[in-house]
């Protein structure tokens, strides 16, 4: 999970929340609750927060992933409009831009409707999920410290350690292990380099290394908070660094 940055609401619910919300509670007046609407009724009042100018200004702000595992459509179902607060217990909040998550199919059936407002999960536009939680191998963990128990509600609600995400998840970290061998070998050959010639081409050499890598922990990348957490306590990693830029 990384930190997401929410983009304006767009002019299609600025122009109509108020009006689908309304519509929406006063079913919920007339039938009692928001459980006894009527199917066909309710997916009329609700279809419009589905609607192309919301989802693609969502799935912008998330670089079309999963904003809970950081899948891709391909890999999980497609990128849907979650409610983060949940529309069934909270109707008022239904078309509430704040309240919407790009999420996958699979976080979103196993979010379900988790009450988030009384038992409190990680909103990455809200709390910067770097603050939240940490990797062990290819487990996420949470920190120990004030989110503990907010990270580890996340980790149970979303099922971020479920086998469909800690496969690929161990997939990567084979990749980054190679590059991290890679990488100290590479250091070795720096500092074994007899002329300034070869010095500056071997560190040129460990600069497009570590371009390659870095790609891994780009924010469009899926996992990349998986890989950045990798990268963070890689010493070769931090090493092929500081020589790069200079502060040998």
């Known amino acids: 999970m990384i930190k997401l940055e929410r983009k304006p609401k767009p002019q299609i619910l ?27 009724e309710k997916e009329k009042l609700l279809v419009h927060y589905r609607h192309e100018q919301i989802k693609s200004v969502l799935f912008y702000s998330s670089l079309d992933k999963c904003a809970f595992c950081e ?63 940490s990797y062990k191998d290819i487990r996420i963990t949470a920190k120990e410290n004030e989110y503990k128990q907010m990270g580890d509600m996340t980790i149970s609600v979303c099922s971020l350690n479920s086998v469909r995400l800690m496969k690929p998840r161990a997939d990567i970290l084979v990749s980054l292990h190679s590059f991290s061998a890679a990488l100290e070998e590479a250091i070795e050959d720096y500092f074994e380099a007899d002329t300034g010639v070869k010095r500056r081409n071997r560190k040129r050499k460990l600069g497009e290394a570590l371009e390659a890598i870095d790609l891994l922990a780009n924010p469009s990348e899926k996992f990349s908070g998986f ?13 092929a660094k500081d020589i790069v830029e200079g502060a040998e």
Not at 85 to 111: E, I, M, Q, V
């Open 71 to 133: 899948t891709k459509p391909s890999e999980s179902g497609n990128i849907e409009v979650e409610h983060f607060n949940p529309k069934s217990r909270y109707p008022d909040s239904a078309f509430d831009w704040d309240n919407f998550l790009p999420a996958c199919r699979k976080c979103n059936g196993s979010k379900d409707d988790h009450d988030s407002r009384n038992e409190p999960i990680v909103n990455p536009y809200d709390l910067d999920p770097e603050d939240v939680f």
């Open 227 to 239: 890989c950045k957490s990798y990268l963070r306590g890689c010493a070769p990693y931090q090493q």
């Open 14 to 40: 600025i122009d109509n929340q108020q009006a689908w919300t309304s519509n929406l509670l006063d079913a919920v007046s007339k039938y009692g609750s928001y459980s006894k609407i009527p199917k066909n």
